[in-house]
């Protein structure tokens, strides 16, 4: 079945520590992107990538960073320097055509809390 | 930057009721989608709708688009326990990412 898995589903930081939440998709999609969700609220964009080896930041990069060395893999790092992690977090992916509509495929989500 | 803004941001009705909920956002758009996230899980596209079109279906499902007042609507008929969720609106940012609203939370009570 073709889809996206993030992995872990639920992981616990201590302050301090970066960790590292996988995103795996093989949808064959080019584009693909991160959000953070906090409770009741809506998904804010974190990085976004449109092509191997190349990506973007949204519109709360800092404290994060990411790598697309694979069109199917797309990780993201919560670095220490990022002051309030506790979230939930989404992966996706798009086949980001030139032309029509972006129809967003999502992981499942990973939750990340510090402890 | 947030685009679109749902309304309500919470409803609760009994099975077999119409819900009905709004989005609106702030610049023109070429599309405009809706998706459901049931709780602690990823969104799922539901419908998309696009700027030279009034109105949509899909099974149970209505959405409506008014560009001249920057809104759309998406309409869920005989609603069912199973159709609690929460429903995002997303509109196209300026490098084809999506910014979605925060969401109108529904609860279908049995």
């Known amino acids: 079945d073709g889809g996206i898995t993030q992995s872990p589903k639920y992981l616990f930081r201590k302050e301090g520590q970066n960790v590292t939440l996988s995103c795996e998709q093989n949808?064959?999609?080019?584009?693909m992107y991160w959000y953070r969700q906090d409770p009741g609220q809506g998904l804010r964009l974190i990085y976004y990538?449109?092509?191997?080896?190349?990506?973007q930041k949204g519109d709360i990069a800092e404290g994060y960073s990411v790598s697309r060395e694979k069109k199917e893999s797309f990780p993201l790092t919560v670095t220490s320097a990022q002051k309030n992690p506790t979230a939930f977090y989404l992966c996706?992916?798009?086949?980001?055509?030139?032309?029509?509509?972006?129809?967003?495929?999502f992981g499942a989500g990973s939750r990340l809390t510090v402890l | 930057s947030q685009q679109g803004e749902e309304d309500p941001q919470a409803l609760s009705i009994q099975e077999g009721e119409n819900a009905t909920m709004n989005c609106s956002y702030k610049?023109?758009?070429?599309?405009l989608q809706w998706y459901r996230q049931n709780s602690g899980r990823g969104l799922v596209h539901l419908i998309l709708?696009?700027?030279?079109?009034r109105e949509k279906h899909s099974g149970r499902l209505r959405v409506t688009l008014d560009t001249s007042k920057k809104s759309s609507s998406l309409l869920i008929t005989a609603s069912r326990a199973a159709d609690t969720a929460s429903y995002f609106c997303?509109?196209?940012?300026?490098?084809?990412?999506?910014?979605f609203g925060s969401g109108t939370q529904l609860t279908v009570l049995p």
């Open positions: 996706a992916s798009s086949s980001a055509r030139s032309s029509g509509a972006n129809v967003l495929t």
């Open positions: 949808l064959n999609h080019d584009a």
């Open positions: 990538s449109q092509i191997v080896n190349d990506f």
């Open positions: 610049t023109s758009i070429n599309n």
């Open positions: 709708i696009r700027s030279n079109e």
């Open positions: 997303a509109t196209p940012g300026s490098a084809r990412q999506l910014t």
